[in-house]
Structures are given as structure tokens and as C-alpha cells.
């Protein structure tokens, strides 16, 4: 995990995409169901607090998926439960504008990442387009925590987190990377180190939280690790999260690259992955 400065997009496109997400997740629940979370969505849309499942626990978060829109039939069977639209809301007004404007310059700043670490593994700068991620997939997931409450009558918050369980529940990216853009007035996100311990990694205005996950620990033979982190979040203030997911081609058959096999022994440390059915493995498990 590390901070990304100087990416390129503006520090006022960050906020205004903040203070968009901040507003929906006022606005009365029967405003907010009108773009509820559907199969017939492809499972875009909105998700009411507790509705998401982590390890088997709801969280206590509220949030709008959003995934690359596929064409019917255009991955077969395997992309047939990911077809469908993006829902957006009309309120508040130039909502969908700016969050697709938001996600394009996510995407190329993405794959610019991706060509530097291509680099440092000694490979082309390219060796993540193509077959790998030249069509590359994304997942936006727009995504609000509630703050600690006095009315709870606990010292810590039942939101740590983001669930409703007691015990802390700790988690890694599917993809190559993410991009987090969070309230930087919060600290509420941490990382496990090399050590075990946990430790925060306070907001940096202006910057990204990046985030390399599995995908890209498989391509790269484990020299690239998948950072495990959570959110606890002890404010009182609501706490909003707008993570971005660069991911390869949907039908895309993930394995070790030949260069960075040569420097971890010669031989495959992780087994091959179909990107598609890992991440429709987890939307099917992922909501109650």
C-alpha cells in the first residue's frame, strides 16, 4: 500500500466527487432504493447498510457498485451475470456526469501504474495491455461508514470495520490495483505490516491510497503482496470511500509472468486464475 501524489487529477475533482457520494447518502433511504442493488442489474446499484457480506458477516457500510457495463453475450456464460447498465442517480444533479468523467481519468492514471510496475519487474512497459489488460475490467464501489454513535454506550464503535461483528475482519483486493479516494480529515484505514502489527495510514490531501491485489501478486510470482487492511472508523463524523479497481481483461487467465518466475526460483508459486469467475464467485457471495 502506498500514497500516490502528483497523479494528475485535480484536488477539486477529488472533493466534488466526495461530496457527491457524502450527499446521496443523505437523502432518505426511498430516494436511495430507487437505484437498489438487482441480479437483473448485474448486481450494480445500491446496498442498504448490512446488505454487503464480508467473511460471512454483514458490513455496516452503505454503497452503489458500479462495474465496466459488458454487452450481452459479449463473455458467453461466464459474463452473463455482469451484464447490465450502471444505475445513477438523478439526485444529486450532474451525479453520473461527473462519476464517469471520475472513473475514465482513474483508468488511464491505472494504467500509467501499471506500465511503471511492468517496468520494474524488467519487463516492457506494456506487458499489462493486450490479452492480459488491454480491455481492462473495473469496478467503482462508491461507499459511506457511519460514524462512531453515543447512543451505542461503547467506548468503541460496533461499525469497526465496517461490520457488525465484534472481531476485527481484514481483507484484500481481487484485481491488480485500487485507488482510494478518502476523506482525508478521517483516519480510519489501516494495514497489517511485515510484523502483524496494524497500523494506520492517515489520509494525505490531494492523494490516492493505492493498493495492489491479488491478481497482480499472482502475475508477479508473489513479488508483488496483496495488501491486507480494514477500516475502523472511531469519528463521529460519517466517513465516505470512493475506491476505484483497475482489473485485467474480464475472460483473462491470470499466471505468473516467464520474467518474474526467473526471479523467484523458476517455478510457479500461484496457481492459474480466470479474473471473470473470481470476481463472479464473489458478487454471488457477497450480498444477503
Known amino acids: 500500500m502506498a500514497e500516490q501524489k502528483g497523479h494528475g487529477i485535480p484536488d477539486s475533482l477529488l472533493k466534488e ?4 457520494t457524502c450527499k446521496f447518502f443523505r437523502l432518505p433511504y426511498e430516494e436511495k432504493i430507487k437505484i437498489k442493488m438487482t ?18 458477516v454483514p458490513d455496516i457500510h452503505e454503497a452503489i457498485d458500479c462495474y465496466k457495463e459488458l454487452k450481452p453475450g459479449e ?18 444533479p450532474k451525479f453520473k456526469q461527473i462519476m464517469e468523467d471520475y472513473i475514465k481519468l482513474c483508468t488511464d492514471l491505472s494504467r500509467n501504474i501499471m506500465r511503471g510496475i511492468a517496468l520494474a519487474l524488467g519487463g516492457s512497459p ?17 461507499i459511506g461508514y457511519p460514524g462512531k454513535s453515543c447512543k451505542n454506550g461503547l467506548e ?52 490516492f491510497v ?11 510470482n508473489g513479488l508483488y503482496e496483496s495488501t491486507l487492511h480494514r477500516v475502523i472508523n472511531n469519528s463521529t463524523k ?41 470476481l463472479v464467485s464473489k458478487v454471488l457471495t457477497n450480498f444477503i
Not at 466527487?17 to 457527491?20: A, D, H, I, N, T
Not at 506494456?126 to 462508491?142: H, K, L, M, P, S
Not at 485500487?178 to 478521517?186: A, K
Not at 495492489?212 to 508477479?220: A, C, F, T, V, W
Open 17 to 20: 466527487v466526495r461530496e457527491l
Open 39 to 56: 441480479p437483473d442489474a448485474g448486481y450494480r446499484g445500491y446496498q442498504r447498510i448490512g446488505e454487503n457480506i464480508t467473511k460471512g
Open 75 to 92: 463473455h458467453g456464460d461466464l459474463g452473463k451475470t455482469m451484464e447490465g447498465c450502471n444505475q445513477w442517480p438523478l439526485d444529486p
Open 126 to 142: 506494456y506487458e499489462f495491455e493486450g490479452d492480459r489488460a488491454g480491455n481492462a475490467f473495473w469496478v467503482t464501489r462508491i
Open 156 to 207: 468503541k464503535p460496533i461499525n469497526d470495520v465496517g461490520c457488525l461483528s465484534r472481531s476485527p475482519k481484514e481483507v484484500k483486493m481481487a484485481g491488480l490495483l485500487t485507488l482510494v479516494n478518502q476523506d482525508d480529515d478521517i483516519t480510519a484505514l489501516q494495514v497489517r505490516n511485515l510484523s502483524g502489527e496494524w497500523i494506520s495510514a492517515p489520509p494525505v490531501p490531494g492523494a
Open 210 to 220: 493505492c493498493n495492489i491485489g491479488d491478481m497482480l501478486k499472482i502475475y508477479s
Open 238 to 278: 460519517y466517513r465516505v470511500s470512493v475506491a476505484y479497481f483497475y482489473e485485467t481483461n474480464f475472460d483473462t487467465a491470470v499466471e505468473p509472468l516467464d520474467i518474474c518466475k526467473e526471479k523467484t526460483g523458476g517455478a510457479k508459486i500461484f496457481k492459474r486464475a480466470v479474473y471473470g469467475e473470481h
